[in-house]
């Protein structure tokens, strides 16, 4: 066997707002492999149910831009008026310490990191159709209408990126477990795969 197998990977989920990407994260979890999950720094307010280093790494505007200014992130970018940004340490130690590194990204996101780190795996969540995308954005209450508006056709523009990414990953209605199982699986895969280079942060 190759020894790429301890090789860490930098796995990249990606997906439109509203796919289900927290929610898959928060399962992955619990399947108990040696992950490094990055969280992202956000400036935007916590919201009820989140815990501040576990969901987001909660900033306030001026510590945000001070780390971007530092060059402290991987990727960084203003996303409906709040900022977003790996920090790069969340990332390097992970890989340092030989785990693989789940980086939760929005499209945009995903492909600045795609020329940083072109060996990643990229992954892209889709939704089963564009109407439960819209039920899952309404359910959650959290957006004026104008905000939803946008958001929608973000995600409209975004599912037009998906054949960017290595692999899709569906998340149909009430089938979240097949969504998690097909993630884990294709994550096996790729570690298995014996041409895959090791992963360094350009």
Known sequence: MPENDSSPLLVVLSGPSGVGKDAALNELRKLDRPWHFVVTATTRAIRPGETDGVDYIFLDEPTFIDMKDRNEFVECAEVYGRWYGVPRSQVTSGLEAGKDVILKIDVQGAATVRQMAPNALFIFMVPGSFEELQDR??????????????????????????????????????????????????????????DRTPIHLL
């Open 137 to 194: 954005l309404s359910q959650r209450m959290t957006e004026s209408t104008p905000e939803m508006e946008l958001r929608l056709k973000t995600a409209m523009d975004e599912l037009r990126q998906a054949a960017n990414f290595d692999r899709q990953v569906m998340n149909s209605k009430d089938n979240l477990r097949q969504a998690v199982s097909d993630i884990d699986a294709t994550i096996a895969a790729e570690k298995q795969r014996s």
